[in-house]
């Protein structure tokens, strides 16, 4: 049996799906249900009895510690984090409890409860973080991929406490042998995509006749890593990684943010055309930078291919097709998790 954290998030919910859809080994799902974490992306699992769900946080060390003495996991996969980075600008408070605080102390939870294994089960414990590109910082355009061994050089308050729940990971391997696992992702985007972030956003904006916003001048780099991609990765290392080593799990799909939108377009032009026969791309607009935006990420996945043997699946062709049609075939999930509050930050955030 595995824990993990954050599990009806969009990472978490698609790992969660893809994990018991492939073996039979039970998951306990822990999630505070905040904004982005929504039961209905497990729904397929109601009545799987090798699935509990259990609403809480991370920061409860008294839930956690009963999680671990009932449920006795032998792995911990760690998703759990607010995670968007315009809301940790408005608000980074939210930001440092769960994704420094919180991982503070799950990972004491998590001594204590490998601290009492016998001499065979400590051995085979993993404790895997999951984190973000984000915590390297910017890269220049022409300069080499983020590497394991980049400087961290976060710059803003969502990536700060990234790093900051990185270097405390970390910091429990070398102190107290605790047998962690770090992962760095690089831009995910699929089914379950929580409509704030810029692949789900363009794709619903542009089917309701709404601006279609673009930072800046929309030449921002991402490298972007299909959901399900990111989720094998992360079982790979789970099963072979090296306590105490951090593997980047990227998709080699390095893109502007304007070529990514005007991509969803040409695919919506195909798929779902307008009435009026124009393409989704004349809905465009071009919005005021976000604070400190980051040129260019970048990610050097060479690590995990090399040592564990992973690469991913997907063409971004392909993963975005992908995407583009689970949108278009799951309105009803959309509709469920966009609420009035999301509307409102929504309307503030993107005013041209």
């Avoid at 998951?27 to 974490?37: H, Q, R, S």
């Avoid at 760690?78 to 809301?87: G, K, M, T, Y």
């Amino acid at each position: 049996m595995i824990l993990v954290t954050g599990g009806a998030g969009f990472i978490g919910a698609n790992f969660v799906l893809d994990w018991l859809a492939q073996r039979d080994e039970p998951i306990v799902t822990l999630d505070k249900l905040t904004y982005a974490g929504n039961l209905q992306n497990l729904a397929s699992l109601d009545g799987d009895a090798r699935h509990t769900f259990v609403r809480g946080d991370i920061a409860d060390t008294a839930l956690v510690t009963q999680l671990l003495a009932r449920h006795r996991p032998r792995a911990i996969v760690h998703f759990a984090a607010e995670s968007h980075v315009d809301r940790s600008i408005d608000g980074p408070g939210d930001f440092l409890h769960t994704n420094v605080v919180g991982t503070f102390r799950l990972l004491e939870a998590a001594r204590a409860y490998w601290s009492g294994l016998d001499a065979a089960a400590q051995a085979a414990f993993r404790f895997l973080h999951v984190s973000t590109d984000e915590v390297y910082g910017s890269l220049a355009p022409q300069a080499p991929a983020f590497t394991e061994q980049h400087p961290y050089q976060p710059n803003s308050p969502y990536s700060a406490t990234k790093a900051a729940s990185d270097h405390l990971v970390r910091a429990w391997f070398h102190t107290y042998g605790l047998p962690v696992l770090t992962t760095n992702c690089s831009n995910n985007y699929g089914p379950l995509h929580f409509p704030e972030k810029l692949i789900p956003l363009v794709i619903l904006n542009a089917l309701e006749g709404k601006p279609l916003p673009i930072y800046g001048d929309g030449l921002q780099i991402r490298d972007w890593l299909y959901v399900r991609d990111h989720c094998s990765g992360i079982r790979r290392v789970l099963e072979a990684g090296t306590p105490g080593e951090t593997y980047n799990i990227g998709g080699h799909n390095e893109m502007t943010n304007l070529a990514i939108v005007r991509h969803i377009c040409a695919l919506l032009d195909a798929l779902r055309p307008r009435h009026d026969g124009q393409s989704y791309a004349e809905q465009i607009r071009f919005v005021a930078d976000r604070p400190g935006h980051d040129r260019r990420y970048a990610i050097d996945a060479s690590k995990i291919q090399r040592e564990l043997g992973w690469q991913p699946a997907e063409t971004f062709d392909s993963g975005i097709r992908k995407t583009v049609q689970w949108y278009l075939d799951n309105a009803a999930w959309v509709e469920s998790v966009r609420t009035g509050a999301y509307r409102d930050w929504l309307r503030r955030q993107y005013a041209p």
